[in-house]
């Protein structure tokens, strides 16, 4: 297979870059960046001396169609014009922005601030939740590949909330996150003096990938309702955490809840529940595709407490777009990532 | 005045040696240990060099109680002993543990798995949540100085629960704290290679912290019922956050609930509430006795978002230890504590 | 007195703000800024809530002349400019840049890439390394301070190099420095996702302080001939420690050069002279003027290692000021200075 | 292939588990250790759920030698018994300790202050030192694996050192290492609480590593003398930097110096010569076996001065054991090891 990572040049393109070059099924990865076409990918990345020799191309939209698959790791506003443009080619699109995700163009609006895709696009956007829309995936051309805190959120959330075992207006999501997030352009939020011995919400119900977890949560149980979702800056690199609370329609116990996210995610190889009483930290999926999730009863008040973590550049970016690559292409999920953690 | 301080070789210890070697009001202030007896500050501590000549000394009760102020920064199951026997002497007693801090021996057996301190003791205690008790701190010759995380939570509910704007039986408390919180023992938990770029959930509902945040809650609205609290490890040594959810009684925005708490902090130095859309971080409040406070309203839930930062260490502690010491002798309260943040 | 800090809103500027707020010698403490001029402080320093009123005003010449005292935290190249035009003022000036450090305006050229301070100017600046040149400061009107560098490397040399105990060709000086060192303006080398676990060297041989160092080598032993200078970029935000190697003339034991350098530093508040044995780590003067010290004789192969540390932004750059400034003025030396370490 | 690793329960350990159980030739990789047989892994390392569920089994001398290789990671001191009763038998033995590396007992008494191995065991172990030492890796059955900093070191000084083109007795080694070089075992000197922020040197002329380095250097160049050694703990998990400074005998430029370089391992895979004004930084190199190399001549001094950085756990210790271990048996030196860095 020939690809095209187009956005090479950030965070979700590097690690893409990192994972189709080591893919056994990828002949040949193209880099375009439109900002820094004819430099040597080197040059922006020194750490691939040795590893890499490609320089940076231009947009080439025509060359881009005859590919097998595009990666679009582009912000915001750019992606919906390039797939746009790509739809009707060879090639397979799978954008990781948030402009294909949204599927009520209002909502994009009013979170995003700019002009929605054309409802054209939009039709044929598969989100690309793997654990949970595998048929669907696996008959897209084109993915709209979910948001990193969506990812660990919804993983999280799935089981129970397409059994509805939760009250659909109790959900609070305290979500944290390493700084790669937040890409490679400097910035003084960034900066290593204002963040490292730091701790910092931001965003507070204000953050665009809410309506993302919302409109999913909507299709698993019509009678869902806003969800309450703040957002925490950490001083790490890598990982995501996420801290869901909710109100269980039922009493049931932790061990209970336990078996059923055994049961749910037992054909996913990428999501580990753990056992009762043992709780997942970000370091424990550094590198890797997994999402990690523990779930606790508070006997005390009636609410539950699920933790997931994952990579944020892995299974929130780079490697779940490599995973719905793999069905796309009716290859084995785990092709390409299966990866331990890099520990300690 | 004459002061002592037992425990004094954890980080407890040490905040508090800094804060009351420079604090104008103290004239000697003796360094007691346990288990280091003899040896010299300086060897426990070496950037003290030129600082500090103390040596430790072993406990001695009859010089203890002949001083003016004893400060115990002593693990939970030693403090209520040495407090019974240091009662009834001249010193006045501040206690740093959460022995004294419960008024139901029964919570305290089941939160800490250990026996309660005596009742007499206990009626003696009072809790020095310095803001919000000031009357009764003054006239106590025996203070329970709250957890970190309690101070934290507490200060940023108190106006809220106190007016009963929010449904009892809706708070969630999603706490961070850094790694001095654990102490200087050092453990695998505390182990920098486990630590750092790394993000954990620890004791999940389980927290020793959860009744002292009730039984406050409770004072104030006796409608109080249990609330959800969990506790996260940060990879930075000092800061806590508390992001707080609860429910909306009635409708309110963001502005009115900002100048509720405006109002009812004005006459606190050390409570600062940011203004409406700014939201502290903890590197804001490193090095000082501040607890900054913000508030938003999530009008698509109902529920507002509290978030608060303290430097575990000082307002978490030591600072709220002398705080609390200063109103018991009549000084100003913010006497020896007026501190900028070191930034960055 | 009154004083003017130019140059308020970089990491300088700031140190200098708190420094100065808390200094009982200083009445008015007015910020200067040639970009953000009548924006409120506290806009930019959200920490200073509550702490600062001020607003950051437009430069104006006339006015500043006025003042007791002028601090200028500007870059290089800005900063000359500005000194020409305040001399002759009432105003003492205190330059942190490196614009007036270099005696020998080639030198300047060469390793700052640009056009050296007049002579006339450079005639009047005294270089502001308190610990070895007080008689000077003390009549001055105009200050160099010196650089980070400078100062950790110059206070470990002074007692061997004064005394001629080195081999002059001999000096190797390994840096190393917290990041905050590089300010506050947002670039890729210090920013968050690429700086933290990550250590870097950069400028070797090239660095700006080079020339600093030796001038001031060559005052103490006029056979004085270049250094090896290297600088290492290490994640965290504070803190300085030079590793400087050299050969000895004679042979020596440690015992011995440790007393040479506790008496040569007898006097000096801010020297703290590690005993035998014991090295400093920079986290033991975070917050604080010391700089710490601690040397070491190499028995099999003749040479010395001598370390050193310092908080960068407060004895490598805002708190000498204020030393300087005190001297200026006919105070204590230490006034305003008296910090203990935040420990941990 | 069937191998064993002796004391998997530390950092070696997991990190060689985390290799072989990748490796293409590997069939069986069983886990030993003295002190928690019997234990599941995935205990030790929950970050190995879903990928191990090996036990950790009690050392077993005649089960280990039926092996095809049998890795020590244990401490120096145990190492040197292990490897005397298991010689003889069918396993080859790679030892991650020091207890192997020196040739010279007396050295060895001196500078690990215990009983030096075997003269008869000594004499069969191959210092392994990959990219210097090939042709008698491959006949050998006992590696001593190279320590982590002589391997940063060694490689950085190698061709200069061959070549005799540095002044014997001018070479000094300030070398720099993260945390995780100190093992699993916590302590007050890894605790995090004392080593964010921070930066220390430690062991100042005396670790361990000294002889190693001087050892081989000695064989390269019969007229080596001494060498000045310092380390340093870096706030970092993992990574070694060594900057190296020494004379050279002939005035050389850079250029002459990286082509020198860049030939004399041309054919080393693992290591990577940096362009001429670029250096590399330990995140280069995270999770991988690289060794980055760059070099500088200070025409001011005469001197020069050499960077390397590698991942200490991996080409310092796990990946280099690997490394030979390929080697030892005929296969691609590369095997299992061809990582791209881990980057941000």
Not at 41 to 65: C, F, T, W
Request: proline share 5%.
């Amino acid at each position: 297979m020939n690809v095209g990572i187009v956005g090479s040049t950030g965070y979700g393109g590097v690690e893409l870059h990192r994972l189709l070059s080591n893919h056994p099924s990828i002949d040949t990865c193209i880099l375009y960046s439109s900002t820094l076409n004819g430099n040597s990918y080197v040059e922006q990345y020194p750490h691939l001396i040795g590893l890499s020799n490609e320089s940076v191309r231009a947009i080439e939209l025509d060359e881009m169609k005859q590919l097998d698959a595009v990666f679009l790791a582009v912000p915001a506003g750019i992606s919906k014009e390039m797939t746009a443009k790509l739809l009707g080619g060879k090639a397979k699109i799978i954008d990781l922005s948030g402009d294909l995700r949204l599927q009520d163009p209002k909502e994009y609006e009013e979170w995003y601030k700019g002009g929605a895709a054309d409802l054209s696009v939009l039709g044929k956007a598969v989100y690309g939740l793997t654990e949970c829309n595998q048929g669907a995936i696996k008959e897209a051309d084109l993915i709209a590949n979910p948001g990193c805190f969506p990812t660990a959120t919804l993983l999280a959330l799935a089981p129970l909330v397409q059994q509805k075992l939760l009250h659909p207006d109790s959900l609070i999501i305290d979500a944290k996150t390493g700084l790669s997030g937040a890409g490679r352009k400097p910035s003084l939020s960034s900066h290593f003096s204002e963040t490292q011995e730091n701790l910092r919400i931001y965003k507070v119900h204000e953050h665009q990938h809410t309506p993302e977890i919302e409109q999913q949560l909507k299709r698993w149980n019509p009678e869902s309702t806003p969800v309450t979702f703040t957002t925490h800056l950490i001083p790490m690199t890598r990982g995501i955490m996420t801290t869901i609370y909710g109100e269980l329609v039922n009493e049931q116990t932790t061990e209970e809840l336990n078996e059923l996210y055994q049961t749910f995610y037992s054909a996913s190889p990428f999501v580990r529940i753990r056992p009762t009483g043992q709780y997942p930290s970000t370091k424990e999926v550094f590198g890797t595709n997994f999402c990690d999730i523990a779930i606790k009863v508070d006997c005390r008040t009636g609410r539950v407490t699920i933790v997931s973590v994952i990579d944020n550049l892995i299974k929130g970016a780079a490697g779940q777009a490599v995973q719905n690559m793999n069905l796309m292409f009716g290859l084995e999920e785990t092709t390409g990532l299966r990866f331990y953690p890099i520990y300690p």
